[in-house]
């Protein structure tokens, strides 16, 4: 008998165990940070320097008043390889019509067997909405 009582409190410790669904968060627990368009727009445009090497990509992630720069960041990548390590960018805040943003990460770069590294938390890139988010410089 007592075996038998035994047998019947484990399997209802499993049957209690396994059979309860874990419990779901409130629906006002806040959730993963999603991407903010202004880092995007970083995001796309680093991506589009580093990884696409098109320098249509780069314009088309530019504001109109940083082309002219863009075309100069493109051009400085032409003789390397690079990556992007570890990319992640945040909205950090308001400066007259940017939008700031931090990024963390890292750009890779290859010269002549040379490797550096170019720390992207160096800089506070600035993005404005023209229509869509685009990347407007950095400080």
Request: include cysteine; proline fraction near 4%; charged fraction near 20%.
């Amino acid at each position: 008998m007592r075996k038998i009582l035994f047998l019947l409190t484990v399997f209802a410790i499993l049957l209690t165990a396994c059979g309860t669904p874990p419990a779901s968060p409130p629906s006002n627990a806040p959730s993963a940070p999603a991407s903010s368009g202004a880092a995007k727009a970083i995001e796309n445009y680093l991506t589009a320097l580093i990884t696409s090497r098109k320098l249509d990509s780069v314009k088309s992630a530019s504001c109109a008043a940083w082309e002219r720069d863009a075309k100069i960041d493109f051009d400085s990548f032409q003789a390397v390889t690079a990556k992007l390590d570890g990319m992640a960018c945040q909205e950090a805040g308001k400066d007259g019509n940017f939008t700031l943003v931090n990024c963390k990460g890292k750009i890779l770069v290859t010269y002549q067997n040379e490797n550096q590294t170019l720390n992207l938390a160096d800089k506070t890139y600035l993005a404005v909405q023209e229509g869509e988010w685009k990347m407007c410089g950095y400080k």
